[in-house]
């Protein structure tokens, strides 16, 4: 497997080793970071990258420094190449996950808006462990990050300690993931992913006011869905007790692509094995992401 010897501060290309911002600033202190993760499909044919919906990342991270009141944002066009040139410096030989994050570099008090810098990171990343066999996941007593806190549409690394809270409680109960409830109790979404489930033969999924990450992936799904079947993802609040009904359900993001779940709070999840709608979902989004059908070439960013 290839590795990840170059990396990207500020536009520079330097060794991997040789990156670091000063632990005073407010990207540590405050955790004033916003961040995105992104994927590179190595399609060996034509020897290219074809790097997934980029736009609309780059669109949710000006969002991210907007919200977040940075002083400085970066144009889609000069993050297209900085990206592109990332990769190629690191002669890739298969897929790439990329890891770009935006912060306010600078020391100063909480409010302080900058200067804002970033780092881009390319690396490989092995397919989740989960894709095939499915994860348990148990329901977690933390519940997810509300809108008026700190605004989960957003990527912010802030919104994160609230999701790793979750993922060690999980561990420590047994279980392989959490999923977590809104503060009124509906069910939001995954720490790593937003969830999918189906009921009753209808494939459902919480809503973006359920407190959830306004996910490229999900949405990819919802589109593809209604492309695939001629139906909609229904998008509503979801009652905790609802998911030992399903029959099927599976979480999806960038990171982890599409995840089977098999069982939630140790009820078995239909019967207990991956779904033919999450195997169908799944083999046509990797058709997708990696050019393998020519719909919504848009969405590739040849390299």
Not at 44 to 69: N, S, Y
Not at 87 to 115: C, F, H, W
Request: charged share 25%; net charge negative.
């Amino acid at each position: 497997m290839w590795t990840s010897d170059i990396i990207m501060m500020n536009g520079k290309l330097m060794p991997y080793a040789d990156a670091q911002i000063h632990p005073l600033s407010l990207a540590v202190t405050y955790a004033t970071t916003v961040f995105e993760g992104l994927r590179a499909y190595y399609m060996p044919e034509t020897k290219e990258f074809a790097l997934f919906r980029l736009d609309d990342h780059i669109k949710r991270l000006q969002a991210g420094m907007k919200v977040m009141r940075f002083d400085q944002t970066y144009e889609t066009e000069y993050f297209r190449k900085c990206l592109s040139d990332l990769i190629k410096a690191n002669k890739p030989d298969s897929d790439v996950y990329i890891r770009l994050l935006v912060y306010i570099e600078g020391q100063g008090l909480l409010a302080t808006t900058g200067p804002v810098g970033f780092t881009a990171a390319a690396m490989p990343r092995s397919k989740p462990k989960f894709a095939e066999t499915g994860m348990s996941l148990g329901v977690s007593s933390w519940r997810r990050l509300s809108d008026n806190a700190s605004p989960p549409r957003i990527k912010a690394t802030a919104n994160y300690h609230n999701a790793r809270l979750a993922v060690h409680q999980a561990k420590a109960d047994g279980y392989d993931g959490a999923l977590m409830l809104t503060p009124d109790g509906y069910v939001s979404e995954a720490p790593i992913a937003c969830f999918f489930m189906v009921r009753d033969g209808v494939l459902t999924t919480p809503s973006c006011s359920s407190n959830i990450l306004e996910s490229i992936t999900r949405d990819t799904i919802i589109t593809r869905y209604k492309e695939l079947t001629g139906l909609e993802v229904v998008q509503r609040s979801i009652d905790r007790s609802e998911l030992y009904f399903a029959e099927e359900a599976f979480l999806c993001g960038t990171g982890q692509e599409i995840i089977p779940v098999t069982s939630i709070d140790h009820f078995e999840v239909g019967d207990g094995s991956v779904g033919p709608l999450t195997q169908r979902i799944s083999r046509d989004y990797f058709d997708l992401v990696r050019g393998n059908i020519d719909d919504h070439a848009q969405w590739r960013t040849l390299i």
